[in-house]
């Protein structure tokens, strides 16, 4: 009868279980929370890419690179390796066949390896300075008015060809699934609106098959029925309806507790939006928020959040009308129209209120002059932050022709990490008001001209189309999104 060897036939095999055990832990998916990859064309430096510590906090899309020098893209860190990218092959081949292989992926893996192949495919444009795609592209950026115009061409055709979206079904009107069309508000209703009706192309059929998950809570109209009649406002409502909501969804579904909230995001144009988080920082952490209130100083994030442009629409309309006058026809320096909300505008009415024929600037406009006319009469159009630091002004300005003067200390403007804003407009802080004709008047007409086309050239991105079209708008927040989630790459589940 053979006896029992304690050491090798008990202690062994325990510790080798444990061993096991231990290196599953360490190595698991789960474990590391979620990655930014390192095989991103939109990332920052290696350096900063890569961890695997299980309370990560998630890194967002940088800005493109220039494409005025190569040295850009591969010092800066904007073409990284594939050391934890994952493979570069897609759910599909490029005839449109589907391999076996592929077919027995979870639909995480589907979609963590489609993104590969999008980095891949924006760091050859990169490399080639040219695009690769299958239809006939009816517009293709150039120009420096993009940080790089061919990764944002590419990376717009990858995001056509892959985005997909899953608006949540749950909740019921007035506060979910209803936002505001019109008024300074509208963005964030238009955007809304352009997802519930079901015809776009971006959402997905599944929520499995979703790149981004997007909460159609309507803070507009929170403030509208919560906090109406006016009540004590604290945010508490508020933060408790939103932190409520991503509850419900949480407990329901798997995807906000497989990325802590990363592939999820919220779209909103209201001034009280960036309070949601205040509450519970860490629910909100990763979390996306769409804000036409892009203010640095309220915890707004560049690399997490994005900007939002403010449009006044008023009834009948997608926004402000199009007025297009020559460089020669423009005999005014500056014009400013609007009411004395908020210190920066106390500023520049304390400074330059109805005193000055070349730098006008009203709260009150005459009868005989007309608001879009004079805008379009002017070369330069000032766009101060108001209560908080966005502005329909800055589209009212483009729409017009007209160079947007962007009076504000903590505004991330929009689209900035395609945009390069120094190309078409004017920075002028808070603290240099009193010298803004000074600096206007410094400009040379050679650098106005070079602006003022700049500023028609990319018109098309902040004009409102429905449905929306192609480099319009709502698609340009379409494409800041689809970066934010192609710089993340989320744990890969068991399938």
């Known amino acids: ?199 776009s192309q971006l959402l997905a059929r599944h929520p499995d098959h979703a790149h981004v998950f997007y909460l159609p809570i309507s803070i507009f109209r929170i403030a509208q029925y919560i906090y109406s009649p006016p009540v004590n406002y604290s945010g508490n409502y508020l933060q408790r309806l939103v932190t409520d909501y991503i509850h419900v969804i949480a407990d329901k579904y798997p995807y906000w507790n497989r990325s802590t909230g990363a592939d999820h995001f919220l779209v909103s144009c209201h001034d009280w939006a960036p309070g949601i988080s205040k509450v519970n920082p860490d629910l909100y952490k990763n979390f996306i928020r769409v804000l036409c209130n892009a203010n640095t100083s309220e915890r707004f994030k560049p690399m997490r959040d994005i900007s939002l442009p403010e449009v006044n629409i008023p009834p009948g309309k997608l926004g402000p009308p199009h007025l297009d006058k020559p460089p020669n026809h423009r005999h005014i320096l500056a014009f400013f129209a609007g009411r004395e909300s908020g210190y920066m505008r106390t500023l520049l009415f304390n400074s330059w209120r109805e005193n000055d024929n070349e730098i006008q600037v009203y709260e009150h406009l005459p009868k005989n002059k007309s608001y879009s006319e004079s805008m379009a009469d002017s070369r330069f159009c000032l766009c101060p932050s108001g209560w908080e630091v966005a502005s329909p002004r800055i589209v009212e300005a483009i729409a017009t022709g007209c160079v947007p003067v962007i009076i504000s200390d903590y505004y991330v403007l929009p689209f900035s990490e395609v945009l390069d804003w120094s190309k078409f407009s004017i920075h002028v802080p808070s603290n240099k008001i009193p010298e803004i004709k000074r600096i206007l008047k410094a400009v040379p007409i050679s650098r106005y001209l070079k602006m003022q086309k700049r500023v028609r050239q990319l018109r098309r991105h902040f004009v409102i189309n429905r449905p929306a079209k192609p480099y319009d708008l709502l698609n340009m927040v379409f494409h800041s999104i689809w970066l934010r989630r192609l710089n993340v790459r989320l744990p890969l589940l068991p399938s």
């Open 1 to 199: 009868m053979a006896t029992l060897n304690p050491t090798r036939d008990v202690v062994f095999p325990v510790l080798l279980f444990l061993l096991l055990l231990l290196a599953f832990f360490y190595l698991s998916p789960r474990n590391q929370n979620f990655l930014r990859t390192t095989d991103s064309p939109f990332s920052t430096p290696p350096s900063d890419l890569q961890t695997t510590h299980p309370t990560v906090q998630t890194p967002r899309a940088a800005p493109l690179p220039s494409s005025s020098s190569d040295e850009n893209v591969s010092t800066r860190g904007w073409v990284p390796s594939n050391s934890t990218g994952g493979a570069s092959s897609t759910s599909a081949s490029d005839d449109g066949s589907v391999s076996e292989e592929i077919l027995k992926m979870s639909p995480e893996m589907q979609i963590e390896k489609g993104l590969a192949k999008a980095r891949a495919a924006i760091r050859e444009a990169i490399r080639s300075r040219n695009y690769t795609s299958e239809k006939e592209e009816t517009f293709i950026p150039r120009g420096d008015v993009y940080r790089n115009p061919y990764a944002f061409h590419q990376s717009y055709i990858e995001m056509e060809k892959r985005f997909k979206i899953w608006t949540y079904t749950e909740g019921d009107l007035p506060l979910v699934h209803n936002g505001p069309v019109n008024s300074i508000y509208a963005t964030e209703g238009q955007f809304m609106d352009e997802l519930e009706r079901g015809n």
